[in-house]
């Protein structure tokens, strides 16, 4: 089913910076989805909360076009930083919540390093980061992402290489485990 809209809520700003990257870079058609990135909304039952509030917001904002709950299709997307909730209860609360959880375990840059080579790392953030920057070939900057624009202008591929080795990383019992391809996957079915 396609949404009338589509709003993605995320944790931080990397979050953001990528999928409007991508969104962007991949011209998902804003004239028959209006797709919305948000950053900096909270953690994990509040993000969800938030994601609920929002849906809620845009439905009273666009009566005039009779939008329905199920016209606006909602993302959370966050990882496990100080996360107080085990994920199978994240996840079954965003269910319940009619709300789509893309979420990486331990950090988002482990999903950024699946872009390069399928790697099994639970390594801590720092380590991620220096893993990153050997990749990415400089220092990595969490609020600018210019090599990604760079890398999926070269390679669209790159892409489809990061969600196959993503999705090797989806055993939800043990980090690493990635679900936050799945809003890729999503995205990349309304490119133009």
């Known amino acids: 089913m396609k949404p009338s809209v ?3 809520l995320c944790e931080g700003k990397t979050e953001k ?5 991508l969104i962007q870079n991949k011209r998902i058609n804003r004239t028959l989805l209006s797709v919305e990135v948000f950053g900096n909304k909270g953690q994990h039952k509040t993000l969800i909360k938030k994601c609920v509030a929002m849906r809620n917001k845009k439905i009273k904002e666009m009566k005039e076009f009779f939008l329905k709950k199920n ?7 966050c990882d496990c930083d100080r996360m107080r909730i085990k994920y199978q209860h994240l996840l079954q609360y965003a269910k319940d919540n009619n709300v789509n959880l893309a979420f990486s375990n331990p950090q988002f840059e482990t999903y950024l390093i699946q872009h390069f080579e399928a790697k099994r790392t639970k390594n801590e953030k720092t380590k991620l980061i220096l893993e990153l920057e050997k990749y990415i070939g400089s220092k990595y900057d969490k609020n600018n992402l210019p090599w990604f624009n760079e890398m999926i202008d070269k390679d669209p591929a790159v892409l489809n290489f990061a969600i196959s080795n993503s999705n090797k990383l989806k055993n939800h019992t043990k980090p690493p485990f990635l679900t936050v391809q799945k809003l890729t996957v999503r995205l990349l079915e309304f490119a133009k």
């Open 71 to 77: 016209d606006i299709e909602v993302w959370a997307v």
């Open 6 to 8: 589509l709003l993605i």
């Open 17 to 21: 910076l990528y999928f409007d990257s």
